[in-house]
């Protein structure tokens, strides 16, 4: 795909300081009450390790935080404060907090592709490090009550343990006890790379130097027999990847591999899994919203090996241009359905998506639907009650 081209300005319009806010664990302090501002706080409820207060929630271009010890900014400061926490890469921290910011609102995020030789060459990373953790498998008899937190069953977690880890960083002062980590591969051997990393309190992270770029959580339920794989269901999210395949095992089998791309994108992690299984069909149970509906779109493009640029207009509508041909997707249609009345393609991608209620699978085992703005209902039931006003008697 080609480099995709964002306005810094326009995205800082789109992202609010409460969605970067609650992507990083910060919660809603319902009791510091909500109105012109809301408070949002991070930790168990016991103890908070921060709070930030934030002015003007309904409006994302004019919201700015402040904290009681003074110091404030908006939500670029919020995101650069935080950089550690979303793993991407860039010559600078402006690169890096584009894209955070495009990843938010829902955009393709911006390529820079001599990003990985000017990191490398300048020595700004490293690559994982495994003495850096503890590692121990996952005891079958006692299972962390993190999974069934999750709404995920002992069944499922046994059935996923050989590709679960707990693991312990040792250079986190903050933090003492043990995560769970998913282990991180790319095909050419079992060395692992790096962990997506799950905790309490909606806490997720990665493991310091995971390669995102090649390898991918992968859970092979075949046995290690490749050849013999039937699909691959690429997911966000490790736990998303284990709800998936709680809601729907009668219908799987056996002959299967669930993938985490741990909630980014790139083009190698796709490859280098479907390398490994070149028998089996890939499946995208992506998120509902727009950035996984977009990923989608990527993995379509790449596996199916048709160009495509994705851009977005000002009134926020997704055009893809492929095959010499234009197509605005509508919201409210799947937009596979769309792209193929007008490129008359059959995909070899499938798609299983979450139930349309649901954001993620993971939402969809926990019978938790997305929410409707209470803004858009009031407006409804305006509307609903205009309708009837008008329609007068029915004869």
């Not at 955070?100 to 020595?123: C, N, Q, T, W």
């Not at 008359?344 to 926990?366: G, T």
Request: one cysteine or more; aromatic letters at 10%.
């Amino acid at each position: 795909m080609a480099d995709y081209k964002v306005d810094f300005q326009e995205l800082k319009s789109k992202v609010g300081i409460d969605d970067v806010a609650y992507e990083l664990g910060y919660r809603l302090d319902r009791k510091a009450g909500v109105g012109r501002y809301i408070e949002m706080a991070l930790g168990d409820g016991k103890e908070k390790r921060d709070a930030i207060i934030i002015c003007n929630p309904h409006d994302k271009a004019a919201q700015r935080f402040f904290r009681r010890d003074g110091s404030k900014g908006d939500v670029v400061a919020l995101i650069r404060e935080n950089l550690h926490a979303f793993h991407v890469s860039g010559k600078n921290d402006w690169q890096k907090i584009a894209k955070v910011l495009a990843r938010f609102a829902h955009m393709p995020e911006p390529e820079y592709r001599e990003d990985f030789e000017y990191i490398k060459s300048a020595g700004h990373t490293k690559d994982f490090d495994s003495t850096r953790y503890v590692v121990k498998p996952i005891n079958p008899d006692k299972i962390p009550a993190i999974f069934d937190q999750r709404g995920l069953s002992d069944e499922t977690v046994r059935t996923f343990a050989p590709f679960i880890r707990l693991i312990l960083d040792k250079k986190n002062e903050n933090f003492d006890g043990y995560n769970i980590g998913f282990p991180y591969t790319n095909g050419e051997n079992d060395k692992v790379r790096g962990y997506e990393i799950r905790g309490y309190g909606g806490y997720k992270s990665k493991a310091a130097g995971s390669d995102s770029s090649t390898s991918a959580w992968v859970a092979d339920l075949s046995g290690g027999y490749p050849n013999i794989v039937k699909h691959v269901f690429f997911c966000e999210s490790a736990f998303d990847a284990m709800a998936f395949y709680q809601l729907n095992r009668k219908q799987l089998g056996k002959n299967i591999v669930l993938v985490s791309l741990g909630g980014t994108f790139s083009d190698a992690q796709i490859t280098s899994v479907m390398n490994r299984y070149p028998e089996a069909r890939p499946f995208d149970c992506f998120d509902n919203d727009q950035a996984g509906r977009v990923y989608g779109l990527r993995m379509l493009s790449l596996l199916e090996h048709i160009p495509m640029n994705i851009n977005r207009t000002e009134d926020g509508l997704l055009v893809v241009e492929a095959k010499n041909r234009s197509v605005a997707l509508e919201a409210d249609r799947p937009f596979r359905v769309q792209l193929q009345e007008q490129l008359s393609s059959r995909y070899k991608v499938r798609q299983w998506l979450p139930p349309k209620a649901f954001k993620d699978w993971n939402d969809c085992l926990l019978n938790r639907p997305m929410e409707i703005k209470a803004d858009k209902l009031k407006q409804d039931q305006i509307n609903n009650l205009a309708e009837r006003r008008n329609a007068g008697p029915k004869l």
